[in-house]
T-cell receptor, first 110, second 117 residues
Framework: GQQLNQSPQSMFIQEGEDVSMNCTSSSIFNTWLWYKQDPGEGPVLLIA?????ELTSNGRLTAQFGITRKDSFLNISASIPSDVGIYFCAGLYNTDKLIFGTGTRLQVFP | GAVVSQHPSWVICKSGTSVKIECRSLDFQATTMFWYRQFPKQSLMLMATSNEGSKATYEQGVEKDKFLINHASLTLSTLTVTSAHPEDSSFYICSATWAVRGTGELFFGEGSRLTVL
């Protein structure tokens, strides 16, 4: 079946550092999304990508949709403590169904 | 942004009992709602798609008789875990959209944590 693998699984960084995480798939997706989930909460949409090769920013976050449509990366610049959480990529299929990646757990130390 | 709310936030029940979780869209009419399940330190897994006024569509491997979904109005969908067992303990999350827009920009509820003793 479809599977989205994220790497790294977890990251421990110091406040102010830049972060990069990526997501790869065995299948092609026409839409990629990045979500952040805080403990005990539902995920919140960060960035949506609709075109292969597209590079989109949202504040300190930048995400790119890979040319092959099988991968995407998310960068966070100048990390701050509130960036702590789990970041999930998601691929859209069947119009509005999402398949989520395995997640990258980010910990930021002051 | 649009608001989706779940209730209860957490529930503890005895094995064998049934538990109902509600998902409400507070400021829009949700034609479609989705139910996900998330085990500790794992990803979200889609359980079923719920369209207002029709039967839910379940993903492969999800027992429809165990996880009863009702979407009786455009603002409310319910998930009932029947005869719950400890292995059903999980974080259940709903999401909603107001149209089949194909953008993936779904709004998620806060989640409901179920613990079955």
């Amino acid at each position: 079946g479809q599977q989205l693998n994220q790497s790294p699984q977890s990251m421990f960084i110091q406040e102010g550092e830049d972060v990069s995480m990526n997501c790869t798939s065995s299948s092609i997706f026409n839409t990629w999304l990045w979500y952040k989930q805080d403990p005990g909460e539902g995920p919140v949409l960060l960035i949506a990508l609709y075109k292969a090769g597209e590079l989109t920013s949202n504040g300190r976050l930048t995400a790119q949709f890979g040319i092959t449509r099988k991968d995407s990366f998310l960068n966070i610049s100048a990390s701050i403590p509130s960036d702590v959480g789990i970041y999930f990529c998601a691929g859209l299929y069947n119009t509005d169904k999402l398949i989520f990646g395995t997640g990258t757990r980010l910990q930021v130390f002051p | 942004g649009a608001v989706v709310s779940q209730h209860p936030s957490w529930v503890i029940c005895k094995s064998g009992t049934s538990v109902k979780i509600e998902c409400r869209s507070l400021d829009f009419q949700a034609t479609t709602m989705f139910w996900y399940r998330q085990f500790p330190k794992q990803s979200l897994m889609l359980m079923a798609t719920s369209n207002e006024g029709s039967k839910a569509t379940y993903e492969q491997g999800v027992e429809k008789d165990k996880f009863l979904i009702n979407h009786a109005s455009l603002t409310l969908s319910t998930l009932t875990v029947t005869s719950a067992h400890p292995e059903d303990s999980s974080f259940y999350i709903c999401s909603a959209t107001w149209a089949v827009r194909g953008t993936g920009e779904l709004f998620f509820g806060e989640g409901s944590r179920l613990t079955v003793l």
